[in-house]
């Protein structure tokens, strides 16, 4: 058996990289009214800490293994989602399972961090696997007030390959068509 699990959080490395390492009203009376912003929009967690660029003690999507792996010949399609092809090779000397993760890192609005997707390659030492990773549109999506819906925006969008959040070795650049989704 190999360990494969995958955080589903982020651990901060200190409480400066959080949104609000003070809380508001702090050491009031108990029953105090408080206010707390939350000003982040969609920015939490992994997208917090990609947004601002803090690198955490552990990271969403961070594992570990009693083997090694690596991801090579990165491929991305774009049109109206992203599909991403690649593969990942066990270069380790043990059987083990991986959980490789595909990120959108830039849109033509800026950069981003969002999670597109990810599979579990269960692997021999040595053995390699073409992993193919199609995002849900919704996931390319921005809404927009002033037009009332969810978008993706038409243009490059750049898209990455890694274990974690913050561990991504390939990266690809590719087009979309842009469009609004649902009505």
């Known amino acids: 058996m190999n360990p494969s699990g995958?955080?589903?959080?982020?651990?901060?490395?200190?409480?400066?990289?959080?949104?609000r390492p003070q809380l508001p009203g702090l050491g009031e009376p108990f029953g105090t009214p408080t206010t707390i912003e939350y000003l982040e929009g969609a920015d939490v967690g992994y997208r917090w800490?990609?947004?601002?660029?803090?690198?955490?003690?552990?990271?969403?999507?961070?594992?570990?293994?009693?083997?090694?792996?690596d991801y090579r010949d990165l491929t991305v399609t774009g049109g109206q989602t992203v599909t991403a092809s690649f593969t990942v090779v066990n270069t380790g000397e043990r059987r083990g399972a991986d959980v490789p993760q595909v990120y959108l890192t830039a849109a033509?609005?800026?950069?981003?961090?969002?999670?597109?997707?990810?599979?579990?390659?269960?692997?021999?030492?040595?053995?390699?696997?073409q992993v193919r990773i199609e995002a849900d549109p919704r996931l390319l999506a921005r809404y927009q007030g002033s037009?009332?819906?969810?978008?993706i925006e038409p243009g490059d969008h750049t898209v990455a390959v890694g274990a974690s959040a913050v561990?991504?070795?390939?990266?690809?650049?590719?087009e979309l068509a842009g469009r609004a989704l649902g009505a």
């Open 108 to 129: 033509p609005d800026g950069p981003m961090l969002r999670l597109l997707g990810f599979t579990r390659v269960e692997l021999e030492p040595g053995q390699a696997a």
């Open 6 to 19: 995958r955080l589903p959080i982020t651990f901060p490395a200190e409480l400066d990289q959080t949104p």
């Open 167 to 174: 561990a991504l070795k390939l990266s690809a650049t590719t």
């Open 49 to 69: 800490f990609g947004r601002y660029g803090h690198r955490p003690l552990f990271a969403f999507g961070h594992g570990l293994s009693y083997t090694s792996f």
């Open 147 to 151: 037009a009332g819906c969810w978008r």
